[in-house]
């Protein structure tokens, strides 16, 4: 039956990463893979029934006669392997259309290995590699709402969320919301071409009607919305609305000349230190360094004006600001626990 198969990228498997070597995972391997994920930690919001059977994976993984390549119209697991130990961690599944043109990727590792960038390293690179066919029009992945470790992953490999479907999806008995993650190759060929390298220059600029519809396209990653309003809701909150912290001041981020950000400061009042309100990076722009060096403008300026100290608040949860800021200097009080957190800067 192998023969009648349609394969992708055949020649180009395994495909090598810098610590990694992804390759067609095999039948004699439907035990190991059984196993893993069977374990309630890997598949707690994975959409398979517990326990995951051997029956199963026997009839998702490879022969051994058929070759290194992407099936077309069925799915393919591919084994995530540790270059330097030749250790298997996990897997990732890539489902391709009959056409060819469409492929759904997800990803799968044992705990201990989580955690570690290897989810986004394999799947950075699988992705690379599928838009690198001929013809492929889209990639997309599909997960729980509540699975944001995922998430991020998807957003860190270039994919934009685009739905929440509430109770869409039959999953363990009852009928669970989806989410939906997915990239063109234009859109792609965008990411992967963004500019990755510090900026030469940030400058703070105060947003006017010839510039702020550049600054009103800029948008965040979607699990960052937990801590971080919309554009539109930033413009809102210093138009409109009142801040017990003193008045809002907005400003657009600018690196080398190009709208990457926003930033409102609520400037000292009632006896209280400035703060540092909101900041929104582009998520073409994160990872640049930009965010750090606008704090750090900001700081120098309030200390030339002698102010002695610089707050800024953030709501907690995993994949929030906290190390950001803690980086930067600013210390939260010990033993507090509030819905927000405030951290302090000494200027002095």
Do not use: C
């Amino acid at each position: 039956m192998s023969e009648q198969k349609r394969y992708l990228a055949t020649g180009l498997l395994p495909l090598h990463t810098p610590r990694l070597r992804l390759r067609v995972m095999r039948k004699a391997e439907a035990q190991f893979q059984a196993d893993y994920r069977s374990d309630p930690a890997v598949a707690e919001y994975q959409f398979w029934d517990l326990p995951y059977t051997i029956e199963r994976s026997l009839a998702q993984l490879a022969g051994p006669d058929e070759p290194e390549g992407l099936v077309v119209g069925g799915t393919t697991t591919l084994a995530v392997v540790l270059a330097e130990t030749g250790e298997v961690i996990g897997d990732l599944a890539v489902s391709i259309d009959r056409t060819g043109l469409t492929a759904e990727v997800g990803f799968t590792l044992i705990p201990r290995h989580q955690g570690k960038g290897y989810a986004r390293e394999g799947t950075e690179a699988l992705v690379d590699l599928l838009f690198d066919q001929p013809g492929m029009v889209r990639i997309s992945g599909e997960l729980d709402p509540l699975n944001i470790a995922s998430a991020r992953v998807l957003e860190a490999v270039g994919l934009e969320h685009e739905a929440d479907t509430k109770q869409s999806f039959w999953w363990r008995g009852h009928w669970a919301d989806n989410r939906t993650y997915g990239v063109t190759a234009t859109d792609y060929r965008r990411w992967r071409t963004r500019p990755q390298a510090p900026p030469g220059l940030v400058e703070l600029v105060p947003l006017t009607n010839a510039n702020y519809r550049d600054f009103a396209s800029l948008a965040t990653h979607y699990t960052q919305l937990r801590f971080t309003p919309t554009v539109l809701e930033m413009f809102a909150e210093v138009h409109f609305g009142n801040s017990s912290d003193g008045a809002l001041q907005l400003r657009g981020i600018e690196a080398g000349g190009e709208p990457v950000g926003l930033l409102v400061v609520a400037e000292a009042a009632g006896g209280e230190s400035p703060a540092l309100h909101r900041l929104l990076i582009d998520r073409r722009h994160q990872g640049r360094g930009i965010g750090r060096r606008t704090v750090e403008q900001i700081a120098d300026r309030l200390r030339r004006e002698g102010h002695s100290a610089l707050t800024a608040r953030w709501t907690p949860g995993r994949g929030g600001p906290r190390g950001f800021f803690e980086k930067l200097g600013f210390v939260v009080a010990p033993g507090r626990v509030d819905p927000v957190t405030q951290g302090t800067l000494d200027l002095r």
